[in-house]
């Protein structure tokens, strides 16, 4: 049987390949138009404008300088630029005066490399001086002389730059994806922990915990994007008007963070909950019974926030906020019937979570705050 389950395994793997394959270059297809015209353009411009022979410096600054990364695109846009510049600039200048070899090559890394380390922190920035010191060594002098490749290389960052203000992608878009990814990941943690009491299953909290922890990187990721689609909103001009908007959604997903990071701190604390039976039948029902609705409160606010704010988006995300704060008055351990101090806190627990969650649904911190019940 095992021999002929193989084959069929191999075929899945590679169809579910292909068809990952092919949306992913479905979703590439602008961003790749937009590369190859850049790189073509700037390898154009210092050909036939400036008269620069076999300029590939400005096709290849270009093409990293936009690349495919989630990092900010305007910050990579400007290291890449800067750094192949510099880079290019600091090995025309050594090369002029220390000549060609393998011991120049050698001292224009290092130099290059502490320089770079000098004048700016950032990864890409050291890679791009360094590297392109050093092909400037390595490489022929070009015609019009060592420091054309300086100038190709400004060429092809100002290609890039132009493109990215240009011709950006809506800055809000992906934003809107994540904080939808990111609140229907919460959720699935917040039924996991009702799933875990309603089962008296500490297991299940732990698997609720795992998750929260491993989201933290996508979490971390998808920030640092909101940073690039920051820049794009406040500088391109064909998406100013959207600033706040996507400003907004920027301060929303730092509460997703918070949020997240606070379920992890409730999982954690269920799991010695139910490990140490902290909890009466009664007190069990009701905690279940909050959590299982606010992970539907929270799918509902996911797909509010995913809308447009105005119309149908804003009736919805009101309705979600409404069901958090009437879960959010709930929050007493005498109401749930709680009375342990270990299930007291947990309660605590999930009050700050709360808390998280309706500040994401754009409430007030302290209107948020006073919803919860006196203790």
Not at 268 to 283: C, E, K, P, Q
Request: aromatic residues 6%.
């Amino acid at each position: 049987m095992a021999e002929f389950g193989r084959p069929a395994t191999t075929v899945l793997f590679l169809k579910r390949r292909v068809r990952l394959g092919l949306r992913r270059s479905f979703n590439s297809l602008l961003p790749a138009l937009l590369i190859t015209v850049c790189a073509v353009g700037a390898y154009f411009f210092s050909e036939r404008v400036l008269g620069h022979h076999g300029p590939l410096f400005a096709a290849t600054s270009a093409i990293i300088a936009l690349g495919f990364s989630r990092d900010p695109r305007l910050r990579r846009v400007l290291e890449v630029g800067l750094g192949c510049t510099i880079g290019i600039a600091v090995g025309d200048a050594l090369l002029h005066w220390l000549g060609s070899g393998i011991w120049q090559a050698a001292l224009v890394v290092f130099l290059s490399v502490m320089l770079a380390r000098f004048l700016d922190s950032g990864a890409i920035f050291t890679t791009q001086l360094a590297l392109q010191s050093l092909l400037v060594v390595l490489l022929p002098v070009p015609v019009g002389g060592p420091f054309t490749r300086s100038i190709d290389a400004v060429v092809g960052g100002c290609f890039a730059l132009a493109a990215t203000l240009l011709v950006p992608r809506d800055p809000r878009r992906e934003p809107k994806d994540d904080l939808k990814i990111m609140l229907g990941e919460l959720a699935i943690v917040l039924r996991e922990c009702a799933s875990a009491l309603s089962y008296n299953d500490a297991t299940t909290a732990w698997h609720a915990l795992v998750r929260a922890r491993n989201l933290q990187p996508r979490i971390d990721s998808m920030r640092q994007g909101l940073r690039s689609s920051v820049e794009i909103a406040r500088l391109s001009p064909l998406y100013r008007r959207h600033f706040e908007e996507v400003d907004g959604l920027a301060r929303l997903m730092e509460r997703v963070d918070y949020a997240m990071r606070s379920s992890r701190i409730l999982a954690r604390r269920l799991t010695s909950v139910i490990n140490n039976a902290a909890l009466s039948d009664a007190g069990t029902m009701h905690l279940a019974e909050v959590m299982s609705e606010s992970a539907a409160a929270v799918d509902e606010l996911a797909a509010a926030l995913a809308h447009d704010p105005a119309g149908a988006g804003k009736a919805s995300l009101s309705h979600a906020r409404d069901s958090l704060a009437d879960i959010a008055t709930r929050l007493h351990p005498a109401n749930l019937e709680i009375t342990r101090m270990e299930g007291e806190a947990l309660v605590l627990l999930f009050r700050t979570l709360m808390v998280d969650i309706l500040e994401t649904a754009k409430m007030d911190p302290a209107e948020a705050r006073d919803l919860l019940p006196k203790l």
